[in-house]
């Protein structure tokens, strides 16, 4: 079972969230620090949410954030999986019940989709078999 943590209960999980965005981000060493505390606000102000799974012993096998983004020129919101880490293996089966929740929470804040980014093949093939539609390429050139 998934379940979204409650922005106080955040400092309870933080060590295990700054693993999950530092892995799923690769977060510089040196940006690490400005990235924690613009985390820890956004999650602690209800503007990104944590949505933890943990196994029978209560200890977390995955971490998924989030964060509520608006279009202001479609005037549409979206739900932005930020980061996704899995502490443990998670079975394909398993994956149909994280997005569901995360679809479920979407459309109750008022969102009209749930949107992703990965350069993790596996992370996308997951999203596929999970009724995720390819939405463009993002790509990068350095200035």
Request: glycine residues 4%.
């Amino acid at each position: 079972m998934i379940n979204r943590l409650l922005s106080k209960q955040i400092p309870h999980f933080w060590e295990a969230i700054k693993t999950a965005g530092v892995m799923t981000d690769a977060i510089e060493e040196e940006n690490r620090p400005r990235y924690f505390v613009e985390l820890l606000h956004k999650l602690l102000n209800d503007r990104a949410q944590c949505f933890i799974r943990r196994d029978i012993n209560g200890r977390v096998t995955l971490i998924l954030l989030t964060e509520k983004m608006f279009n202001s020129v479609t005037l549409k919101s979206h739900i932005s999986i930020e980061a996704v880490y899995a502490f443990a293996q998670t079975p394909e089966t398993e994956w149909a019940e994280v997005f569901e929740n995360v679809r479920k929470f979407a459309k109750n804040v008022g969102c009209d989709s749930v949107h992703g980014r990965s350069t993790n093949q596996k992370a996308i093939d997951i999203c596929m078999a999970n009724g995720f539609k390819k939405s463009g390429t993002m790509v990068r050139l350095e200035a």
